[in-house]
């Protein structure tokens, strides 16, 4: 049982917060009254629409297929009419709208067909992953990646390690723990599937102390279902950000992603558990993607719980249900207090990410104090999990000096916001460092652009003289040509005279020749005829 | 006179197999283009669209390679001059004002139903981004187009818009933080700090 885990350097120690929302088991929260589901809620390209408006469709119907590689399919989540399929606000930072399919249910939630896998140990891996990839599985611990991409490296990486992160460092956030709570045997169900999938050596829950229900759970779990000699369940310091992909994979292993690698490239893989549940209902059950647990909680809120929602509810019908207190509200977070961002508004649906709504007084998330200027205390060097220079960072972000901040590895800022947490200064160092990584990607398209367009231009005017070339030298032939044509019939109406009258006069040189010839022939015969007969 | 002929004949060598060199290497290793020329053709934005006044990005790049003023590019705007005026070594001026400069991209549009087919716009493309052919409808790739409105002119119809790009949530990015103006009270020192974040 015992596994050396090692420490990364930083990291801080917020307050949990946790125990507000575990109180009650998990709810399932009622279907609402209409249904938004983006067709982006993945990293990649955008799902592509299936369905055409007035459909209707049922419960797990995939609506969406995965628009490229890097991409996931999008299902139904209960049975109803497509009512809508256009632009419509989305959970995203910049508060802007993309295009959503809109379902009224029809409060049935009559199931469409679900194909399990009947015994996945027989099936090929290549299939598994199809069948993860139809069912729309992504990570589900924040950033959605596309499962099925993910567990597929590349060939020549050999997978030592899987990791599941059952971490969740984050204040407040509690999802994860209640469904390992609840539901641990769907969990490790699904890590069999994983296991089976990527054949690691070494399989590791990673699970922090803060949690001891959770883990005590798991660990009865992997003894009924007789995998405790292939799966571990690893106890780590409760650390903020011990749940960041990066940092675990240190924890557990003591390795070091490289800069601008993926954990593959040190042969481990990560997968959150609630990513490990919906791969466990995706092959054995058949039931794609299509509902969540995410945490509601907050002092505004009078009920603080953690709801198994479906997809595409809108959060400001969760927060009715939970029992939204207006006048205590002071902001509304999407994600937890450090990663999350602030919602501009409320009529936003819940997309497969969402772990955590976070309805909060003034007195618990108060304003940020105004930023002062730095005083160089070093404390956000210390805090900082990825040994980079925050205050340096944030100086050449100010200033914009871009080339500079890149020099300092702001591409390795994993934007916990440990730096601005200790901060005595109140800076946001984060959303500094946000800006610059937006104008560092800003000013990297346009450099790509106007090479592309360097390119296309150059193309064009090298066709053009192609064209004015040829044109050219067509013109050339033509003149050339016709100038050979005009000077052979001046040539040969001219010559046809000369060689007329030389042969002519030849012909004539040669009767006369010929005359004088024969001439000469006939006359020598007889004279010798009259010698001899002389 | 042995003693001075020695180091005369010696230098004489010396200067007879190193100019040698060097004049070989003026021959063979010879940069037909300016290079600077190169490098700062790099930092135009490459739009093609003339409103320095020279004919594209290369003829302008090579205009300031002989000594033309920096400001004179709009699309490219303050972070072209500057990066102009680091490169270049001069110092930074502000963009020629009475060009208009536009930070929001812009691209073509063509309203279709009103097109005849002319094709001047096509002709006028310089990277070819508009699709047609005479009589028939024209239209404009939003992928290739690079927003320099040269197309906008020469059309008889004046059925050309410039239409400034949506920003959509993949290609939108976090602004700059804004100081706060109005600020809240104030903790100086520690005994009026009233409320903490952190515990």
């Given amino acids: 049982m015992s596994h050396k885990i090692w420490d990364f350097k930083g990291g801080i120690h917020p307050p949990q917060n946790k125990s507000q929302s575990t109180q009650d088991p998990i709810a399932q929260a009622p279907i609402p009254s209409r249904l938004v589901i983006p067709l982006q809620q993945h990293i990649g390209q955008p799902a592509v629409t299936l369905v055409t408006l007035g459909e209707r469709v049922l419960k797990g119907q995939k609506i969406a297929d995965p628009g490229g590689y890097v991409s996931a399919a999008i299902h139904a989540p209960t049975s109803g009419t497509v009512v809508a399929i256009g632009e419509h606000p989305i959970p995203h930072a910049s508060g802007l709208s993309d295009l959503c399919i809109e379902i009224e249910p029809d ?30 599985i992504t990570g589900m611990g924040g950033a959605g990646f596309p499962t099925s991409v993910k567990l597929k490296p590349r060939e020549e990486i050999e997978i030592t390690h899987l990791i599941i992160n059952a971490v969740e460092c984050e204040s407040y956030i509690s999802c994860d723990d209640m469904l390992m709570r609840e539901r641990p045997e769907q969990v490790i169900r699904g890590i069999r599937i994983l296991n089976h999938i990527l054949k690691p050596t070494q399989t590791l829950v990673a699970i922090e ?12 779990a992997l003894e009924t279902l007789g995998e405790s000699n292939r799966i571990k369940i690893i106890s780590i310091p409760t650390k903020y950000p011990s749940g960041s992909e990066k940092q675990l994979i240190t924890i557990l292993t003591g390795l070091e992603v490289p800069n601008g690698g993926i954990p593959a490239d040190v042969g481990v893989v990560c997968q959150n558990v609630a990513t490990a549940v919906s791969i466990y209902k995706a092959i054995e059950l058949g039931e794609p993607l299509i509902s969540r647990i995410t945490t509601l909680t907050g002092d505004a809120l009078q009920q603080r719980c953690n709801l198994e929602v479906m997809l595409g509810t809108p959060i400001n019908e969760l927060l009715q249900h939970t029992g939204l207190q207006e006048e205590k509200l002071h902001r509304l977070i999407l994600g ?7 919602l501009k508004q409320r009529n936003l649906p819940v997309v497969k990410t969402v772990n955590c709504i976070l309805a909060v007084t003034a007195q618990e998330i108060p304003d940020p104090a105004p930023e002062k200027p730095c005083i160089r205390c070093g404390f956000c060097a210390q805090a900082c999990p990825i040994s980079l220079l925050p205050q340096q960072l944030h100086w050449y972000a100010k200033s914009q000096e871009f ?6 590895n702001l591409l390795d ?21 946000r800006f610059a990584k937006g104008q560092i990607r800003v000013q990297e398209h346009g450099r790509t652009q106007s090479e592309h367009a360097k390119r296309r231009f150059q193309a064009r005017n090298q066709r053009k003289e192609n064209e004015a070339a040829a044109s050219a030298l067509a013109r050339e032939v033509r003149a050339k040509a016709a100038a050979e044509k005009r000077a052979a019939k001046e040539s040969a109406a001219t010559d046809n005279k000369v060689d007329d009258k030389a042969a002519v006069i030849q012909a004539a040189l040669k009767r006369v020749n010929a005359k004088k010839k024969q001439q000469v022939v006939q006359q020598a015969p007889t004279n010798n005829r009259d010698s001899i007969g002389d | ?12 060598g010396l200067s007879l197999v190193f100019g040698a060199l060097l004049g070989f290497a003026a021959i063979h290793f010879r940069v037909d283009e300016d290079p600077l020329v190169d490098q700062i053709d790099n930092i135009m934005p490459q739009t093609q669209c003339g409103q320095c006044g020279y004919p594209g990005c290369r003829p302008y790049a090579e205009a300031i390679a002989q000594g033309e003023a920096i400001n004179k590019c709009p699309p490219g705007g303050t972070a072209t001059v500057q990066a102009l005026a680091d490169m270049l070594g001069r110092d930074f001026e502000p963009l020629d004002t009475d060009k208009l400069a536009d930070d929001s991209k812009q691209l073509a549009f063509i309203r279709e139903e009103e097109c005849i087919g002319c094709t001047l716009c096509i002709q006028a493309c310089p990277v070819d981004a508009i699709l047609g052919a005479a009589k028939y409808m024209h239209t404009v790739l939003e992928t290739e187009c690079t927003g320099c409105r040269l197309c906008v002119e020469p059309c008889p119809r004046d059925c050309i818009d410039m239409v400034p790009v949506k920003p959509t949530p993949k290609d939108w990015h976090w602004p700059m933080p804004k100081a706060k103006l109005i600020a809240p009270p104030v903790s100086i020192i520690v005994s009026d700090h009233t409320h903490t974040g952190h515990a």
């Fill in chain 1, 209 to 220: 102390d803060n949690k001891p229900e959770a883990a005590a759970a798991l660990q009865s």
């Fill in chain 2, 1 to 12: 006179m042995m003693t001075i002929l020695t180091p005369i004949l010696i230098l004489l």
């Fill in chain 1, 107 to 136: 409060h049935l939630d009559e199931w469409g067909d679900r194909n399990p896998v009947a015994d996945y140990s027989q099936v090929e891996t290549g299939n598994l992953l199809a069948q993860l990839r139809e069912s729309g």
């Fill in chain 1, 336 to 342: 937890g207090p450090m990663m999350g961002f602030t």
């Fill in chain 1, 413 to 433: 800022c994993i934007e916990c916001g440990c730096c601005a947490y200790v901060c005595p200064s109140d800076i946001p160092l984060v959303q500094y460092y």
């Fill in chain 1, 403 to 408: 080339d500079k901040a890149l020099q300092y």
